[in-house]
């Protein structure tokens, strides 16, 4: 099973945009989702930090919200963090969560706008503009590195 990390803002849409637009990405994301069935989602998005996990997962469609299994610990409650993570939260609270889930050594892919979050040159990490969120053209590419973990 493939362990997709999944961000919110800049992602889902656009990282700075007034509220009437969150999730407005949602339905392209949901449609990759679709077509790469053998996937897992965990939410990294800070939105996890004051929302419950239930909530996020009422924001996605029907077929789609089971596939959301958890969400990652905050960066400040991790405990033992290899030093080549100290300065990568975001990766460090993904490799957290596939330790804790006995997935350490599963294919994971973290969709986020951050690319400072990640050690450079992660190949773990797929990139998405946060000015623009997940675009249809992304999605396809998003949709291939996913068939091809």
């Given at each position: 099973m493939r362990t997709l990390f999944l961000d919110f803002d800049g992602v889902l849409h656009p990282e700075f945009c007034h509220e009437s637009r969150h999730f407005s990405c949602l339905s392209t994301f949901e449609q990759?989702?679709?077509v790469t069935p053998n996937c897992e989602v965990v939410i990294t998005s800070t939105w996890r930090l004051y929302t419950p996990l239930d909530s996020l997962r009422s924001r996605f469609s029907s077929d789609?919200?089971?596939?959301?299994?958890?969400?990652?610990?905050?960066?400040?409650?991790?405990?033992s963090?290899?030093?080549?993570?100290?300065?990568?939260?975001?990766?460090?609270?993904?490799?957290?969560w596939l330790r804790a889930n006995g997935r350490a050594a599963s294919p994971w892919l973290a969709v986020d706008d951050r690319s400072w979050l990640f050690r450079p040159f992660n190949r773990s990490v797929?990139?998405?503009?946060?000015?623009?969120?997940?675009?249809?053209?992304?999605?396809e590419e998003l949709i291939t590195r996913l068939r091809n973990l």
């Open positions: 990759a989702l679709r789609i919200a089971p596939r959301i299994i958890g969400a990652t610990g905050q960066f400040g409650q991790l405990e963090i290899p030093d080549t993570l100290l300065g990568y939260e975001r990766e460090a609270e993904c490799i957290a797929f990139l998405i503009d946060g000015r623009t969120g997940l675009t249809m053209d992304k999605a």
